[in-house]
Every structure is written in C-alpha cells, then in structure tokens.
C-alpha cells in the first residue's frame, strides 16, 4: 500500500505565491517519476510539471519561468514552488508518482496519486 500526502494548498492573490508539498509513504521500493496535474471545474486533468531522476524536470508551457518542481529523494517528497500565480490557475492541484514496490517476494511498478490540494488565486 502506497500513500501520497498533499499539502500547501491555499487561497492566494493574483501575483503571490504558494509551495504545494506531496510526501509518498508505504512499501516503496524506488520512485521513479513524480509529479503535480491539475484539474479545474469542467476541464480535463493537465500536466503541471514532473520530475524523474537524472533528468530535467519538464514543465507545461503556461509554467515555465514561474513554476520550480523539486524533489527530495531521501524524503520521498516532492515540491511545487509556484511564483505569480494567475487567476485561472485556480484548481485542485494532485501530485503523481510511478512507484516500484514490494510485493509478495517480487516487485510491482504502479501510477498513484494523492487526494488534490485546493488552490485558490483571487484577482
């Protein structure tokens, strides 16, 4: 069993700043990518940014400049510094992650995901 915990979601201005938190706990045995999707009222589930190991980490264009995904491998966490956030980045925000883990003797590769973080940007 594999758990993700979001945190750091929020209300915050047109201009301001949050720093979402996503911590992965359970029978992990490596963690290969993780990352943060968001998902507003009547639209589709879309990609933020993710990070894998040993690789750049790749944003959605509408981020780029303003958004800093990071990772702390040690913690199994993963973070989501959003600097001049917009209005229409209003979303729940839901972290990812592809996780290998252990399993009856063996080992299992499986997509999880976390419960979503409410964010909030007032204009």
């Known amino acids: 069993q594999v758990n993700l915990v979001e945190s750091g979601g929020g209300l915050v201005q047109a201009g301001g700043s949050l720093r979402l938190s996503c911590a992965a706990s359970g029978s992990i045995f490596s963690i290969n990518s993780m990352g943060w999707y968001r998902q507003a009222p009547g639209n589709q589930r879309e990609l933020v940014a993710n990070?894998?190991?040993?690789?750049?980490?790749g944003y959605a264009d509408s981020v780029k400049g303003r958004f800093t995904i990071s990772r702390d491998n040690a913690k199994n966490t993963v973070f989501l510094q959003m600097n001049s956030m917009k209005p229409e980045e209003t979303a729940v925000y839901y972290c990812?992650?592809?996780?290998?883990?252990?399993?009856?003797?063996?080992?299992?590769?499986?997509?999880?995901w976390g419960q979503g973080t409410q964010v909030t940007v007032s204009s």
């Open positions: 990812n992650a592809d996780i290998v883990i252990r399993y009856i003797g063996s080992y299992r590769r499986s997509d999880y």
């Open positions: 990070i894998t190991r040993g690789v750049r980490p």
